[in-house]
C-alpha cells in the first residue's frame, strides 16, 4: 500500500495549474433544473461533477460554486431534476450556463412529476430529492437521494480539456 508523502505547511497549488490539470479528465454535462415555488418559472445551472454515490440508499452527489445564483433558487424547492445531456446538445448547455436572461428560452422540456423541468431528448434523467450539502471548500457538495429515473436513445455530452463533444467507443469496459 502506498502512502501519500505528508504535507509541507505552506506548500501552494497554483489554481490554473490545478485547473490544467483536471480538465484532463473527460466529464459528463448534466442540467439541474427545478421550478422557483415564489415564480412557478423553470430555473437551473450545468454541472460536470455529477456522480453515483450510494446503492443503498440510491444517492447521486455534484458540486455547485458558492458563488453560483441559481443553485438556491434550484434548492429552495428540494426536489429538482438532473436529465444527463446528449452529445449534440451543446447549445441546451451553453443556454443553461447563461448568468443572466431566460436560460430556457430555447431549452426544450417537459415536466417530471414533481413538476421540475426534464431537458428532451437528453441520454437520462434522475428526479431526486436535496438529502444534505456539505463544505467543498470554494463549492458546495450537493447530496440528494434518488426518486426516480429512466433513460433514453444516443451517448453522453462531454467536457474535456474546455471544450464539448462526444463520446466515441472505443472498447469493452
Not at 11 to 28: A, E, K, N, Y
Not at 54 to 78: I, M
Not at 121 to 127: G, L
Amino acid at each position: 500500500m502506498t502512502t501519500a508523502p505528508p504535507t509541507r505547511p505552506g506548500l501552494r497549488i497554483d489554481q490554473l495549474d490545478f485547473r490544467h490539470v483536471m480538465s484532463h479528465l473527460p466529464t459528463g454535462v448534466v442540467a439541474v433544473t427545478a421550478v422557483e415555488p415564489a415564480s412557478a418559472r423553470p430555473v437551473g445551472l450545468i454541472v460536470g461533477t455529477f456522480a453515483s454515490l450510494s446503492l443503498e440508499p440510491p444517492l447521486v452527489a455534484f458540486s455547485v460554486a458558492r458563488t453560483s445564483d441559481s443553485w438556491p433558487r434550484v434548492r429552495h424547492g428540494g426536489r429538482f431534476s438532473a436529465s444527463v445531456l446528449a452529445e449534440r446538445q451543446d447549445a441546451v448547455c451553453r443556454s443553461l450556463s447563461r448568468r443572466s436572461g431566460d436560460k430556457f428560452a430555447d431549452v426544450p422540456w417537459h415536466p417530471s412529476p414533481d413538476g421540475a423541468p426534464r431537458v428532451n431528448s437528453a441520454v437520462a434523467w434522475i428526479d431526486c430529492a436535496l438529502e444534505q450539502e456539505l463544505d467543498g471548500g470554494d463549492h458546495v457538495i450537493v447530496v440528494a437521494r434518488v426518486l426516480r429515473m429512466s433513460t433514453g436513445p444516443g451517448e453522453p455530452l462531454v467536457f474535456h480539456k474546455g471544450r464539448l463533444g462526444g463520446y466515441r467507443d472505443t472498447a469493452a469496459a
